[in-house]
């Protein structure tokens, strides 16, 4: 099951928000639109983290109650690991991603766009990264909110960038504009994939202002072409 993200705002948020929502559509989520961006293979991707030279000190779970089993592992350019997807909707609230449709829905993430305003999960791909422990702590590695992640399923590269923080012994989030482009349900309450995802987050990247995807696509495929090349 899927365990509500503990972003750096989120618990001041919640004291802060309305107990009613807008009336919506139950369930109306969006189906998939499978997307590839830029011309990076995700073959020639994965090839490059087939081994793990890990970087945190112990393993996370895919999710709460389930033992740890995911490392964090490294190289000079970039940390990844492989693990599940669970479906992040906070942030702000939408059609999709709000109190009605996301029982565990927080009106805040770890960052926010220049204008102050909370990310939006249905709009931005982004990752999430697990609250530093003695684990892993992901400042460390080179990775703050705004770092651009190549995000890999099954033939399909997105590319993203880290924009909230969960759980310290869970991994393996994203947004649902992530999940969407990936051809993975969207749904919080039941979507998600329970495997087959890579997350590789390029070391000292940063998109500013965080929300704009399109400088996300054209860093994140420069990085992986050097990532996949070699430097």
């Not at 890990?54 to 693990?83: I, N």
């Not at 960052?111 to 249905?122: C, I, M, T, V």
């Not at 992640?149 to 590319?159: F, G, H, L, T």
């Amino acid at each position: 099951m899927r365990v509500q993200s503990l972003t750096l705002a989120a618990a001041g948020a919640a004291l802060l928000a309305p107990t009613t929502s807008p009336a919506v559509e139950p369930l109306a989520f969006q189906e998939p639109v499978v997307r590839h961006e830029g011309d990076v293979r995700a073959a020639d991707l994965l090839a490059k983290v087939r081994d793990c030279a890990p970087v945190s000190r112990g393993r996370y779970a895919t999710d709460d109650g389930l033992p740890a089993t995911v490392r964090v592992c490294g190289t000079d350019e970039a940390v990844f690991w492989k693990a599940d997807m669970d479906i992040d909707c906070d942030g702000r609230p939408g059609r999709y991603c709000n109190r009605s449709t996301d029982p565990l829905f927080s009106p805040a993430t770890a960052y926010q766009q220049a204008d102050g305003r909370y990310l939006s999960a249905e709009r931005l791909p982004y990752i999430v990264v697990p609250t530093p422990s003695g684990v892993w702590n992901y400042r460390d590695s080179g990775v703050r909110g705004g770092s651009v992640a190549a995000v890999i399923y099954k033939d399909r590269v997105q590319y993203a960038v880290v924009g909230d923080v969960g759980p310290r012994g869970i991994i393996g989030e994203a947004s649902y504009a992530s999940a969407k482009a990936l051809g993975i349900r969207p749904d919080p309450r039941g979507g998600g994939t329970p495997s087959g995802v890579t997350y590789i987050v390029f070391k000292d990247s940063q998109v500013k202002p965080i929300e704009d995807h399109a400088a996300a696509i054209a860093t994140g495929e420069r990085l992986a072409r050097l990532f996949v090349r070699g430097r």
